[in-house]
Every structure is written in structure tokens, then in C-alpha cells.
């Protein structure tokens, strides 16, 4: 947490809306493809272009995935009515939004961080998402555009917005709450929750008090934030905003307003005259939606297992750095890493390789493959940097480590030629072994880099520094 | 007083036997009513447009099945006029709102397709009050519809225009819409048949909504019959309609000349002199209706049905709030009218000033008001309870009674201009018909006798949901003592 | 009968949200109409409705939905020539006010 924000006493509070678009085929009120990337208004239907005399029909997938989600974030599951929510604006083909309101399908729930900290879960509902709208003219922004073109394909995509309780104090913990939501999303397989594609936005509600104030103080909400790093900043900056105005005796005004990334400041979104008044009601097109006991058995049955609990796992069985585990589980690699620990690979091996030299994925290298190029390193049948080397042909083409080893000419050098190569160099540089043996480890480098170059880069730096430290101390 | 009524209609049934038979071609038939439509409708104004080219290709294709022995549907070869509110795909829907003048949608409503399906020929777009919100098809913005008895009278509304093709004999059949009384009030004052089907029991899909949660697409006929073939052909199941019904019993027609004797019959009392302003006349024939059903058989007897003395007040809410809500999407952007301004907010205004008449425009106010914050509960959410008090007095009455009695319109068809000043005296029009939108219920009203002007009265017969055939039992049977 | 239930400026507000402009003229026909309506609908407070459901579409039905399966999609050429302005296969709009929503 920054410490400008803490210096005078001020608590920060932070309440997160998360929208997360679905990856359903379809959309959620008509048979659209839910699809990106193609021509303008051609994903498009008399419903999701809100045609006159076209009605919604909501995607059962969509209600599953929502339902999946809330349970995953312990909520409970309830019968729910869509409502509209009026306000007129070019990218909202209906200029309303068909969302739920008073009785939305999840309710009541909490998300656990890494830290083991619990945020509370206000709701989390089933909502559409609206068009895209570009701003034509010199700035590309919305501001000084000479017009605006609407494209409505993404006009009905399936959203859940998951709407956090006013329970996060430090910028950390909503950066946190953010990544372990992305990470229970994308263990559900619900959506591809890419921040920076906006398959997943997050709107900040921002308030600060001073410590000991039970009341909560006025909010506003930041929208178009695209990042972690400027949710991070926007809050900070809202915060400080806030805090100034207050040292000067006044107070923020509650409303929405945009982050700017480029100059670093959130901006007023509107006009006073704009009071929100959305003059939400049930939406009479489509019926409350009522699922059975038995459904959300079935749901809770199946829920695939969650971030926290293969976090757990992994480190149980490890004892590696918390902040591999986490990271191995949010790449989805904590499956893969505990099967090559079951096949025999080292914890602390595995984990160093798929932290440091897999991140860009597996690509074509199977569990066993890992496990046996550990072995086979562990053994010194190949050096570490071999070892990277062939990791980058198995992810690219697969095959079995022996075999490759052997396409690459990397075979293990004797143990006694390594000791012949360093009694030869101790010689020649006998100024430098001096100093050596005396203790300045810095020649240490020297010597391996020497047998190094002789052996072609093939040589295993353990073994080497393992005889060098023999050699000076038999002297 | 003018007339354009014939002296007899000839049946959608009968027309769709003899084009069936290959006795009588669909084109000839179609002639016949373009040359009919070609002599009154300068004086009725019923549609907004009628579809000659369409309609020719349409009739064509029907005789051209018939010569190849091929199956046709049961309304081969019937003309069959379309609510301008309902989407006829690349044909101009309008909603006779300057702000969707010209706009030509890229599909047809679900209703639509099944009577091309069912053979029938779509003449045209019939006139309506703009947006279907209206009792006399005088908020038309392409100007007003005549009544064909009194062309100085107003045809009622909002389905003005197809009440009047049907009266015309412009068409046996015509499609309207009834969101609070749209088809039973222009049907009474034209002497037609008019069905509001159970909500949910015709798809809304592709009608231009008015008020969501009460509108409901319905035919107009010339018999009880005719109207029950014709629901027959656009009820159903559509899973394009969230609030369409899954189990539809389609058979109307076969239970028409059961008797009524063992049948319990209640007449709201309310609606038979308990609230002010429903004529004396009208409901002197809505007794003379209940000595026919008693005459044959049925138990009669007066109920009370003490929630209608506030249908109004709550229909004045939740059908504007809706309505409010619905026409939104109207903002210049994406179809119709569009007057251009200095930015988007100035285009949306100036576009929907200018496109929206008076009428419409008091209703979107009124319902955003009602749903705006601070005013929800007082309005919207107490008609809302209204409502679940109607429906709860109606489920009593129907423990004990089939069906029940009461007129349709408080009154015979009124002079154009009479009551377009006062919103309260035109809205008082809907008095008999809203309570069976407020619960989804079906109503028919049948022709019964006229007025000391001349002008044709009606009865309504409302039932509980889904029980349309007895519904259309006990309106045949008065239909047979009407003639 | 109680006092104005609606006034001049609530009625322009409420035209504001509706994305309507009203003539001076307009502005005071439309407080009184909406006024006489606002007063009939009073007539519901003599009712006890403390206990009743509010009941906000007329069917008991649940649960309608739809597979996941894609329907045909429409072609530009169906919607685009009904726009009242068009660029680039997109919707055009005059330019918007302050930021998005
Ligand atoms: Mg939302
Ligand atoms: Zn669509």
C-alpha cells in the first residue's frame, strides 16, 4: 500500500465490479456467434440489433457458467428475474441493458486470496454486454471526435459481473482479489478472462475514511481500467483525490469517472445533469429463471478444483517458494508440474524449469519427458544449460530427452577428464590459483568459464567448482 | 349516416373450401377484394398500405400448389389484412409513427409466417392508433381510420384499421393486437369478431411491443368460427417468444356447437352499471346476452369482481411504464426517422420530438415517471399489486364459473375528434377489456345488436388461461341467437 | 382531490430522461394531463396492499431458455441500408458528449 495514502491515517476502501465476458458459442439472448475479430455488424440478428418486434431467449450455457461461478465463489444460487436497466447511449441497441437487479442469480459469497484473507461476494449476475463504439477524429478519443461509428457484434455477448464487498484495503489485496478471480474463471473454462482484450474489466469503487470511522465515506467509480498495474494506479491516484479534497474541506462528489492511463488521472465521466436514474424494472420479455436443488448438486459436484486448493497441493508436497506455487497455478501448469513429480522428477527442479524456462508454454513436452531430463540432470548426464537447451527442442517437437542428448552430442563428460582439464589450467595459471586458494573467490569464475570454453559449454559447473574446491583444499 | 358495410360477408371457411376444391382460384378471390378495397378504402382509410403486388404473387403461388395437387394450408386463398405493427419482411412496418415511416424489416413476425404458411394472401398494413396506443385509431400519424357503419365515427382502437378492413369486407380475416382492449373495442364498434388469445398463447415475435407483459396478437373475423380457425393458425408454441406457452391445446373448433347447459356463466357486476359511464344500451344487450345463455341451459348468475374498479388506474401505470422502456430503441441510430443535431444527445431528441406524436409521447413520460426513483413504489410497484388482486379475485370466480359475461366497449363508436382532447374520457374506453390483460386471460367479444344510432354493440366472454374452447363455445352460441 | 401530483419542472425532467423536448405550451398541457391521470390512479390508496405480491407478468411460467447453438445472422446489406447514416459497415452517430457510460 502506498504510504502517501497511509501517513495522515486514512483508510483506503476499495469495492471491485468485475465483468466477465463468457465464452459460450452463442450469445446470451440469440443464436449470434460470440465471436471477435470479424467484419463490422455481421454477428449481428433482429435481437441483438434490438430491431423493433424482436424478443430475447436467454443461452442455458450462459446460465450454467454464471451459476458455476457462483458457486465457486461460495454464493448461494437462487431464482432470478432479468431486468432492464434504461439509459439511452448508441452502443446499447435497445438503449436499455437487459441485466438482473433485485433478484440476481448469485448472492452472498466470499473469494479467498493467496494470503489466506477472505473478500466478501455482494452478487454476482448474469448481464449483456453492449457494441463497440469508435471515435472518429484526430484524438481517437471520445473527447474532440468529430463522430462515432457503432458496431453491434459485440452487442448480447454473455457477461457476468461479480460485484465484490467494500472489504478491500490495500491496492495488493485488490490487485490479488483481481488474479485469483481470473484464475478460478479460467479453471472453470468459463471464459478466456484476458484483461488486456477487456474479456475481463474491472470497475473500482473508491472511498477512503480515517482509521476508526465505522461509516463508509462517498465513493466513485473508476472505470476503464485495462491492467492490474493501472488498477493499481488509479486507485491510488482516486485515493489521494479523495484525501486532498477532504484536507482542503471539501468532499468528492459521488460519481464515475474514467482512468486516463497516459496522463495518470481518472476524469469526471459526465454532465450533472445526467443524475443516473436508471428506472430499472423486471424485464417482462423473459421469464425468472428458478434452478432446481438438483442443478446445483450437479454443479457442485463437478466444480473442478479451484486455485486455492491446487495451491495447497503443490506446495504441500513441495516445499517450494509460495510465489511459485502461485504462479504455477495461475499458468495452469500445477497439473502438469505435480505429474512429473509423481513420475519421479525433483520438486525443486521441476518447479525451477517450469517457472524459469517454460513460461511460454509445453508446447509438444510430455510429463514423462520433464521427469527423465530432471533425472538426467540430477545424475549429471547433462548440464543445466544443456538441459535448457533440450527443454526448448521438446517443447518445439517432442521426443524422449535420452534420445535427444544423444541427436545433440550432449553426453556426459568423465569425471576425470574435468579433474585432467582444472589440474592443466592450475598450472598455467598458477597466480590465479594463488589467489584462489587464499580465498578470493572472484578467479572462481575464471577457472570455470576456462573449462567451459575446453568442453564446448558441456561440462557440469557443479562438478567443476566441486574439484576446484577439492584441489585447493588437498593443497 | 354512409355506410360501407356489404350486405353479407362471405367466410374466411368458405373461401378457403372453394379455393382448396379448385372451384374458385385464389387470384379471382384476391380481385375481388382489391376491387373492393379499390372503391371504399379512400373513404375508410383501414390501411396503411395495401400490398397488390405481394398479394398477387402470394395468391399465384397458392393456385399454382393447388394445380399441382399439393397440400395448401386451411386458409389457402384467404385475404387476411396485417396490424401495421407487426413485422412483414422488406414490406414497410410503421406502427403509423412518423418515426418509423418507410422502415422496411429484414424478417416477418412468427405470426406472419404462419399464415403464409397456412395459405393465406396478405393484402396489407391496417392502421392503428401510433404504437397501438389508442381506443380510435385517431393518433395515426398517417391520419385517422372510419367507422364502415358511420364513416363520421371512429372504428375504435388501436387495431382501428383492421376492425374496420374486416367490417369493409376489405378482408374476411385481419390480424390486430390487444394490449389493453385493442382488438375487442374496435371489434364491438365495428359489429366484428375480436379474440384475445392467452397471453403466451400467440408468439409476440416480430409485433412492435407497446407493453410487454400485456400485449397479445389476435384475429378478427366476420364469425366465431372463422376467428377460431385463424387462432388456430397463429397459436402455438415459439421458441422465439420466451413468454410463449409450451402446451397449447390448438382445438377450438370441434367443441363450437357442443351445448352449454351444463356451463356456470357470471356476469361482473361491475362492469353491468357498478362503474359510471357505460351506457344504458350496452348493457341492456349484455342482458338480453344472458337470457340466450340462460335460455340454453346455462347457470347465469351476477358476481362481483371487486378489483376491476381499479384495473384502470393500474393499467395506466404498468402499460406506460413499459411502454417507456420499449420505445427507447426509436433514438435516429439504427432505423426510421432521424433529424440531425449538433451532438448524439440533440440528434436523439430532436429525432423523437418530431417523430413521436402526442399521444405517444404522454405515455413514455408517464411511465418514466412511474419507474423513476422515488416514485417506483407509489406507482409502478402498487399497480403491480393490483394486479396480483385481480388475479387472485378472478382465480375465485373461477373455482366456480366457466366463463364470464360483461360488455366490451362502455359505449357504441363515438364521432371522430369527440374525445381526443381529454386522455381520462378516451382511456374510461378500455374500462371492460383491461382486466384480462392485467392477468393474461382470453376474451372475445361477439357482435349483439346496435345502439339507438345504429351502431353495432358487443359482448365479451372472458375465460380463465388456456380455456379458449369454452370461450368460443358460449360466444357461438350467443352469435347463433345474435343472427 | 390532493394536490398536484406531478410539477412543471418533474414533468421536464422526466422528458429529459425520455430524450424529449417540450414547447412552453406543451410543458403545461402535459402537467395537467399527467396530473388528471397521476390523481385518478390515486384512487388505489384505499386499497390494503401491504401483504400482496406485486405480480409483474401475467404467466407462472420458469426456466425458458435456449441451447447454445448458433442461428443464421443476418447480412449487412438486410439492416444497413434502412440506417439513417452509415461509414464503413458501422453505425454513424453525431458526436458524444462527455464519456462513455
Ligand atoms: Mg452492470
Ligand atoms: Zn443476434
Known amino acids: 500500500m502506498n504510504q502517501e495514502i497511509f501517513k495522515d491515517n486514512w483508510e483506503l476502501i476499495v469495492g471491485l465490479e468485475v465483468h466477465t465476458e463468457l465464452a459460450t458459442k452463442t450469445k446470451l439472448f440469440c443464436g449470434c456467434l460470440n465471436q471477435f475479430g470479424n467484419e463490422p455488424n455481421t454477428n449481428v440478428c433482429p435481437v441483438c440489433l434490438g430491431l423493433p418486434g424482436s424478443l430475447p431467449v436467454v443461452n442455458e450455457i450462459a446460465v450454467y457458467f454464471a451459476m458455476q461461478l457462483g458457486r465457486a465463489l461460495h454464493c448461494s444460487v437462487n431464482r432470478s428475474v432479468f431486468a432492464r436497466k434504461n439509459y439511452f447511449y448508441p452502443d446499447m441497441p435497445k438503449d436499455y441493458q437487459i441485466s438482473q437487479y433485485d433478484l440476481p442469480t448469485n448472492l452472498e459469497g466470499y473469494l479467498e486470496l493467496p494470503s489466506g484473507e477472505t473478500i466478501g461476494i455482494e452478487r454476482a449476475h448474469i448481464e449483456e454486454d453492449t457494441g463497440k463504439t469508435t471515435h472518429i477524429g484526430t484524438s481517437g478519443r471520445i473527447s474532440g471526435a468529430d463522430y462515432s461509428l457503432v458496431d453491434y457484434n459485440r452487442a448480447g455477448v454473455p457477461l457476468i459481473e461479480i460485484v465484490s464487498k467494500p472489504e478491500i484495503r490495500t491496492i495488493e489485496q485488490a490487485k490479488a482479489y483481481v488474479s485469483e478471480l481470473r484464475g478460478i474463471i479460467l479453471a472453470l473454462e468459463i471464459s478466456d478472462a484476458k484483461m488486456e482484450e477487456g474479456s475481463i474489466r474491472v470497475d473500482a469503487n473508491v472511498s477512503v475514511r480515517e482509521i476508526g470511522e465505522n461509516d463508509l465515506r462517498t465513493r466513485c467509480e473508476i472505470k476503464n481500467v485495462n491492467s492490474l498495474k493501472s488498477l493499481g494506479r488509479a486507485i491510488e491516484y482516486e485515493a489521494n483525490r479523495h484525501i486532498g479534497l477532504y484536507k482542503n474541506g471539501e468532499s468528492p462528489r459521488q460519481e464515475t469517472r474514467h482512468w486516463d492511463e497516459n496522463a495518470g488521472r481518472t476524469r469526471s465521466g459526465r454532465s450533472k445533469e445526467d443524475a443516473e436514474d436508471y428506472r430499472y424494472f423486471p424485464e417482462p420479455d423473459l421469464v425468472p429463471l428458478n434452478p432446481s436443488e438438483e442443478t446445483i448438486t450437479k454443479i457442485d459436484q463437478e466444480m473442478p478444483e479451484l486455485p486455492s486448493k491446487r495451491r495447497e497441493k503443490l506446495a504441500n508436497l513441495t516445499g517450494v517458494k509460495p510465489s511459485d506455487v502461485a504462479l504455477l497455478v495461475e499458468r495452469n501448469h500445477d497439473v502438469f508440474a505435480l505429474d512429473v513429480i509423481r513420475r519421479g522428477g525433483l520438486p525443486d527442479q521441476v518447479v525451477k524449469h517450469l517457472v524459469n524456462n517454460l513460461s511460454a508454454g509445453l508446447g509438444e513436452l510430455t510429463a514423462e519427458s520433464l521427469a527423465q531430463l530432471v533425472q538426467m540432470e540430477n545424475k549429471s548426464e547433462i548440464t543445466s544449460t544443456q538441459a535448457k537447451k533440450m527443454l526448448g527442442e521438446l517443447v518445439q517437437r517432442g521426443g524422449t530427452p535420452a534420445e535427444l542428448a544423444t541427436e545433440l552430442g550432449f553426453e556426459a563428460i568423465e569425471t576425470n577428464e574435468i579433474e585432467n582439464l582444472v589440474d592443466q589450467l592450475i598450472n598455467q595459471h598458477s597466480d590465479e590459483w594463488e589467489r584462489f586458494c587464499s580465498g578470493d573467490t572472484k578467479v572462481q569464475g575464471f577457472f570455470v568459464g576456462q573449462v567451459m570454453k575446453a568442453t564446448s559449454g558441456q561440462a557440469d559447473g557443479k562438478l567443476i567448482n566441486q574439484i576446484l574446491n577439492e584441489r585447493s583444499t588437498s593443497k | ?483 | 382531490m390532493m394536490s398536484e401530483p406531478i410539477s412543471p419542472e418533474e414533468v421536464a425532467h422526466v422528458a429529459y430522461l425520455a430524450r424529449l423536448r417540450l414547447t412552453e405550451d406543451e410543458l403545461s398541457r402535459f402537467t395537467e394531463q399527467l396530473g388528471a391521470i397521476l390523481n385518478h390512479a390515486e384512487d388505489v390508496e384505499a386499497l390494503e396492499l401491504d401483504d400482496t405480491e406485486p405480480m409483474s407478468h401475467p404467466l407462472p411460467i420458469e426456466n425458458t431458455m435456449r441451447e447454445d447453438t448458433p442461428s443464421p445472422m443476418l447480412k449487412p446489406s438486410d439492416f444497413l441500408p434502412e440506417a439513417p447514416a452509415v461509414e464503413d459497415g458501422r453505425f454513424l452517430v453525431p458526436k458524444i458528449l462527455g464519456e462513455e457510460p
Open chain 2, 1 to 483: 349516416m354512409s355506410s360501407m358495410v356489404p350486405d353479407q360477408y362471405q367466410s374466411a371457411s368458405e373461401i378457403a373450401e372453394l379455393v382448396t376444391t379448385g372451384e374458385i382460384s385464389a387470384i379471382e378471390i384476391l380481385e375481388r377484394h382489391l376491387n373492393h378495397i379499390e372503391q371504399y378504402e379512400k373513404d375508410v382509410h383501414a390501411f396503411n398500405l395495401v400490398t397488390i403486388d405481394e398479394a398477387r404473387a402470394a395468391a399465384e403461388e397458392t393456385d399454382k400448389l393447388i394445380a399441382k395437387g399439393e397440400r395448401v394450408g386451411p386458409l389457402a386463398g384467404v385475404p387476411v389484412a396485417v396490424k401495421d405493427n407487426l413485422c412483414t419482411e422488406g414490406i414497410p412496418t410503421t406502427a403509423s409513427s412518423k418515426i418509423l415511416e418507410g422502415w422496411k424489416p429484414p424478417y416477418d413476425a412468427t405470426v406472419v409466417k404462419k399464415l403464409k404458411e397456412a395459405g393465406a394472401t396478405i393484402v396489407g398494413k391496417t392502421n392503428l392508433d401510433e404504437f397501438a396506443m389508442g381506443s380510435s385509431t385517431e393518433n395515426s400519424a398517417f391520419g385517422p381510420t372510419r367507422n364502415p357503419h358511420d364513416l363520421s365515427c371512429v372504428p375504435g382502437g388501436s387495431s382501428g384499421g383492421s376492425a374496420a378492413a374486416v367490417a369493409a369486407g376489405f378482408a374476411p380475416i385481419a390480424i390486430g393486437s390487444d394490449t389493453g382492449g385493442s382488438i375487442r373495442q374496435p371489434a364491438s364498434l365495428c359489429g366484428v369478431v375480436g379474440v384475445k388469445p392467452t397471453y403466451g398463447g400467440v408468439s409476440r415475435y416480430g409485433l412492435l411491443a407497446f407493453a410487454s407483459s400485456l400485449d397479445q396478437v389476435g384475429p378478427f373475423a366476420t364469425s366465431v368460427k372463422d376467428a377460431a380457425i385463424v387462432h388456430e393458425v397463429i397459436g402455438g408454441y415459439d421458441p422465439l417468444d420466451s413468454t410463449s406457452i409450451k402446451q397449447t391445446s390448438n382445438s377450438f373448433l370441434e367443441v363450437l356447437d357442443k351445448d352449454i347447459s351444463t356451463l356456470k356463466v357470471g356476469v361482473i357486476s361491475e362492469l353491468m352499471g357498478g362503474i359510471d359511464g357505460i351506457t344504458r344500451e350496452v348493457i341492456e344487450q349484455a342482458n338480453k346476452a344472458v337470457s340466450v345463455l340462460s335460455a340454453a341451459g346455462a347457470q347465469v348468475e351476477e358476481i362481483s369482481l371487486p378489483a376491476a374498479l381499479y384495473c384502470l388506474s393500474a393499467y395506466y401505470l404498468i402499460a406506460p411504464a413499459e411502454a417507456s422502456s420499449n420505445l427507447s430503441r426509436y433514438d435516429g441510430v439504427r432505423y426510421g426517422l432521424r433529424i440531425d443535431g449538433a451532438n448524439l444527445n440533440e440528434m436523439n431528441v430532436n429525432t423523437r420530438t418530431e417523430g413521436f406524436g402526442d399521444e405517444v409521447k404522454r405515455r413514455i413520460m408517464l411511465g418514466t415517471y412511474a419507474l423513476s426513483a422515488g416514485y417506483y413504489d407509489a406507482y409502478y410497484g402498487k399497480a403491480l399489486k393490483v394486479r396480483r388482486l385481480l388475479a387472485e379475485n378472478f382465480a375465485a370466480l373461477y373455482k366456480e364459473y366457466d366463463v364470464l359475461l360483461s360488455p366490451t366497449s362502455p359505449c357504441t363508436a363515438f364521432k371522430l375528434g369527440e374525445k381526443v382532447s381529454d386522455p381520462m374520457t378516451m382511456y374510461v374506453n378500455d374500462v371492460c377489456t383491461i382486466p384480462s390483460n392485467l392477468v393474461g386471460h382470453p376474451a372475445i367479444s361477439i357482435p349483439f345488436g346496435h345502439g339507438q344510432d345504429g351502431m353495432p354493440i358487443g359482448v365479451q366472454i372472458l375465460a380463465p388461461p388456456m380455456k379458449e374452447p369454452v370461450m368460443y363455445q358460449v360466444a357461438h352460441t350467443l352469435e347463433m341467437a345474435a343472427q
